[in-house]
């Protein structure tokens, strides 16, 4: 096995235990840097790939816009210190059973394509090249894409809103 391959082991290694450990962590605020962590091993693994233009935007977008949001809407509720409450017994089987579902569904549209390398020659990839097929109205362009990142963060702007809104308690 080669240093390369050991690379990207350890780095999908973290990637995979800090998203479990975000998903089933009971404080709030926990998992929420666990997913921080999960977020910048993806990044890694894009630096590792020579990606670094995808990398940064990794980070810009994902760590420091949508994690920021998360972090600063668990300190405005005041409840970052509280354990979240444990799912229904249903709620869990259901989500097991949709996990299930993605996977198979997932490999079944994967199994059919032979995926081999097309060339041994590295991409050109620049910052002038990725921004101009970005912004480009072509058949090759990236509008939409560039566009539903926008309404993404919006999303989780609003999240953040409504987890940060404070419930008034019931009048007896």
Excluded: D
């Excluded at 390369?4 to 089933?24: C, H, K, N, P």
């Excluded at 997913?35 to 670094?52: D, H, K, T």
């Excluded at 990236?142 to 989780?156: C, D, G, N, R, T």
Aim: aromatic letters at 12%; glycine letters at 6%.
């Amino acid at each position: 096995m080669s240093a390369s391959s050991v690379i990207f082991y350890v780095i999908s290694g973290f990637i995979l235990a800090t998203a479990l450990l975000a998903v089933t962590t009971k404080k709030i605020f926990r998992s929420a840097i666990w997913l921080l962590f999960s977020l910048i091993g993806v990044a890694g693994l894009y630096f590792w790939m020579q990606m670094e233009f995808i990398a940064a935007v990794q980070i810009i977008v994902y760590v420091g816009g949508i994690v920021v949001l998360i972090i600063f809407s668990i300190f405005l509720t005041q409840q970052s210190g509280n354990e979240m409450q444990k799912p229904s017994g249903i709620r869990t089987i259901f989500s097991i059973l949709a996990v299930c579902i993605g996977f198979t569904l997932t490999y079944l549209l994967i199994r059919p394509y032979i995926f081999t390398p097309s060339s041994n020659t590295p991409m050109e990839v620049s910052v002038k090249n990725i921004g101009s097929q970005m912004l480009s109205t072509t058949e090759h362009g990236y509008v939409l894409p560039f566009e539903v990142v926008s309404i993404l963060l919006l999303a989780a702007m609003i999240g953040c809103i409504v987890i940060a809104m404070k419930i008034k308690p019931e009048e007896k």
